[in-house]
Structure formats: C-alpha cells, structure tokens
C-alpha cells in the first residue's frame, strides 16, 4: 500500500486534532457531575417513569419479610394492597410509573435485608429503621412513617403494672432479632436481665403467653394489633420517646449505592408533601395513636 500524500495526512491530524477537542468540551466534568448527581444517581434522566435500571427491566422488584404482619399488610399478602406497607409500596410504585401488574414481590428475611452484600431486590419494605449503622450496608429512602417502640404485657401481671422504664429494669424482655426495639431495651431500659432475643415476632409473642418473658418490645402500631387481635389477654404498657429528640423512621431498604436511591426517596417525598401518606396511615395505622409515655 502507498503512503498517503503529505497534504492529506496533515489534513486527517487536523480534524483529528478538533474532533477531539469537541468531544473534551462536551464531556461531563467530574467534580461537577459529582457534586450535582444524588446519591445513588447515574444521571439525572434516571428517573423517567417507568424507565428505571431496575433488576428487571419494566418490573419493579419489592421484598419483604414472611409473614408479613398486620397492620402493615393484610391476610399474609403483600400483593393485595392492603396494610400501611402494601399500600406504601404501591403507591411508591406508581411514582416512580410502574402500575400493580408491573411490581412483583418477593420475600427476604428482615435481617438480610440490611445486612452487607448485593440484593435482590429494587427496594425492601419491611420496618426497618433507618440507621447510621446500617447506612453502612445499605441505602435508605427517605422515611415513610415515624414510629415508637411500645411495650406488651399480659394483663394483671406486675409487667403490666410498670408506670417507668426503672419498673422494667427487673423485668425479662424479650425482643425480635436485629430491630430497634431490642436496641431499646438494650440501650434504654438496660435491664437486670439479658433481652430474650428471637428470629421472629411470633416467637416472642409465644415466649410472651407462655410466661418466658414478662414483656415484649415491638412498634407502636404492631403492639396494638397484638393486642386487640393476636394476644389478647395482653396490654400495651406504654411507649418509649424516641432517644435525642430525634424521631425513629421506617424507610425502604435498597442495595447500597443504587442508582434507584435518589428516585425512591423523591417518590416518598412527594407522597409525604400530597399527604398520600398520612391518608394511608389513618387508614391502614388509625389505632396507634396513644399510649402511656414510660419515661
């Protein structure tokens, strides 16, 4: 093959040379697209309803626990719709343009939920506290209900009877695994006792009827289920403050670093702002509305 004359190549290195400089100036700077894109966000077209980088394409992949309990869902079936967390993830699906056929479900352990490691799932629903510690392992959304850690006992028995959190320092309490309300009786009530720690809530309402604890810690609207529906021979005690003034937030769970973050929380955001949340929770949540205050 002959060597290209002198002119011609001069003339390829020169728009060469301005191709690539029109490719530089277009490039995205990075410490600008940094400070610009929200965490967890690639790029801020990512969010186009119904166009997220989902698990699966035009699906929307939501967990929770099994069973999943009232009031946060209904009848053993997060599909249905009914309960606070059903409707909460519908309607955080609808925001972010998927409708009910577009969403499947599908059960995770809560503790794997936030525990290190890739998920399964687009995001998780299932009480879990938003956490520094756990931030560590996951993202959160925003939080889509403010919660307080309540106490149940059997009525007639001196658990019931506790007015302070001095009177349950003598008591065996008994709490699910890895929730904030066994961090509360650890880091609040710091009993005499070790906590009587289990894998699932209905371990510790079995442990509560059968006598081996005197009392169990749960959320607020989950003790008076328990209460009106599941034991019923017991009582909510009362309700712990949240610790530093700072109110404990439920918020959806996903894989840390996902591109699905920044979507997620605007999602929740503007059903907090529309008041879509508040309906809900008066609907599916009204009864957990007061109890005592164990200072």
């Not at 509360?184 to 809530?201: E, F, G, L």
């Not at 810690?217 to 003034?245: H, K, M, S």
């Not at 973050?261 to 008066?282: F, I, N, P, Y």
């Amino acid at each position: 093959m002959h060597p290209a004359p002198r002119a011609l190549r001069r003339a390829v290195v020169a728009v060469t040379v301005a191709l690539l400089a029109t490719a530089v100036g277009c490039a995205p700077q990075p410490e600008e697209s940094a400070k610009a894109s929200p965490s967890g966000s690639t790029a801020s077209t990512s969010c186009a309803p119904g166009e997220l980088a989902t698990r699966t394409s035009g699906k929307l992949t939501v967990a929770t626990d099994e069973p999943a309990y009232e009031p946060w869902f209904k009848d053993d079936k997060p599909a249905n719709g009914q309960g606070y967390e059903s409707a909460v993830a519908y309607a955080v699906a609808q925001r972010l343009g998927y409708d009910k056929s577009a969403v499947v479900w599908q059960s995770v352990p809560f503790n794997k939920a936030f525990a290190p490691g890739e998920k399964t799932f687009d995001f998780d629903i299932n009480q879990v506290s938003i956490s520094d510690e756990r931030k560590k392992a996951v993202d959160f959304s925003s939080g889509y209900y403010d919660v307080r850690q309540a106490v149940i006992a059997l009525k007639g028995t001196k658990a019931a009877r506790a007015k302070s959190i001095a009177d349950l320092k003598g008591l065996k309490l008994g709490a699910q695994v890895g929730t904030t309300s066994l961090d509360y009786i650890d880091d609040v009530v710091r009993p005499t006792h070790q906590a009587a720690v289990y894998a699932k809530n209905d371990q510790a309402k079995s442990a509560l009827k059968n006598g081996q604890v005197d009392a169990i810690v749960t959320d607020l609207p989950t003790a008076f289920y328990i209460t009106a529906a599941e034991v019923t021979d017991g009582t909510i005690v009362g309700q712990f403050e949240n610790r530093a003034g700072t109110p404990e937030q439920f918020g959806l769970v996903l894989d840390k670093g996902s591109a699905l973050t920044s979507c997620v929380t605007s999602a929740v955001d503007a059903l907090r702002k529309d008041g879509t949340l508040a309906r809900l929770e008066q609907q599916w949540l009204s009864d957990a509305v007061d109890a005592p205050v164990l200072k």
